[in-house]
């Protein structure tokens, strides 16, 4: 059973930067694709960017050219470095990982770790 753990969020100012880290324990040998998503309060869970297992990368356009997401396939593990960070980045960030062995996949999910950037 693969588990997620997230880390590195936080609270900054405007401007300010955050890299957060998922790792996966408990691996399983498969195609791993990433996704970071977030939530703020009252909104509904919203993409943010992709990593998916033969390169391809991807950004929602809200957060295009200020962060920037990567993996190291040694630790399993995959950041999201997020720079000049806006108050509208307030949000519970997650972390999504689907597991892909042939025709099947499993999808696991982070516990969240908040980020709030004040003005």
């Known amino acids: 059973q693969v588990q997620l753990v997230e880390s590195g969020g936080g609270e900054v100012q405007a401007g300010g930067s955050l890299r957060l880290s998922c790792a996966a324990s408990g691996y399983t040998y498969c195609s791993y694709d990433w996704r970071w998503f977030r939530q703020a309060p009252g909104k509904e869970r919203e993409f943010v960017s992709a990593i998916l297992s033969f390169g391809f990368i991807t950004y929602a356009d809200s957060v295009t050219g200020r962060f920037t997401i990567s993996q190291d396939s040694a630790k399993n593990t995959v950041y999201l470095q997020m720079n000049s960070l806006k108050p509208e980045d307030t949000a519970m960030y997650y972390c999504?990982?689907?597991?892909?062995?042939?025709?099947?996949?499993?999808?696991?999910w982070g516990q969240g770790t908040q980020v709030t950037v004040s003005s």
């Open positions: 999504k990982l689907d597991c892909t062995r042939g025709v099947n996949q499993d999808t696991y």
